[in-house]
């Protein structure tokens, strides 16, 4: 199992370095509606060989100082392995209790998860987040705000 972490840490960070620049992050990613100082910016998209129709995506989610996504669940098929870059971030998922994750750790989602809190974990520090999705290509958008109020909204 200390394997498979291994792998699943580094694969993410390997393709990371051969992806181009990351572009400008909070100062140039993409706003999340509904949220408050973050944005998401697209790193990667590789085809999965052997694997037809499915891919795997790496998006970078960068939180101001105080930053927060809105409630959101991810495409149907997602299955997520994301990792603190810098910082750290407090994740609710499915109604569990509220966990602070610092850089290093990484948590999972499996399809269908609920994240109720997504946030930084400091108001005076920035924190960074490296997500890994393999999905499959017929999804639309990787993220689905949820909120009773709103309804449904997709963001990336």
Not at 20 to 36: E, K
Not at 51 to 72: D, M, N, Q, R, T
């Amino acid at each position: 199992m200390k394997n498979f972490t291994l792998w699943a840490a580094a694969l993410p960070l390997a393709l990371l370095s051969q992806a181009p620049a990351l572009g400008q992050g909070t100062q140039g990613g993409t706003s999340l509606s509904g949220s408050r100082n973050a944005s998401i910016t697209p790193v990667y998209h590789h085809a999965l060989p052997g694997i037809p129709g499915k891919s795997l995506k790496g998006v970078l989610v960068e939180y101001g100082p105080g930053g927060f996504s809105p409630s959101h669940r991810h495409a149907k098929s997602a299955i997520i392995c994301a990792t603190v870059l810098e910082g750290e971030v407090r994740c609710q998922i499915n109604g569990s209790t509220v966990r602070t994750y610092r850089a290093d750790e990484n948590w999972a989602d499996l399809p269908g998860d609920h994240h109720q809190v997504s946030a930084n974990a400091s108001a005076t520090r920035p924190a960074k987040v490296l997500a890994v999705f393999v999905v499959d290509d017929s999804d639309g958008a990787l993220t689905i705000r949820t909120s009773d109020r709103l309804g449904a909204q997709a963001f990336l």
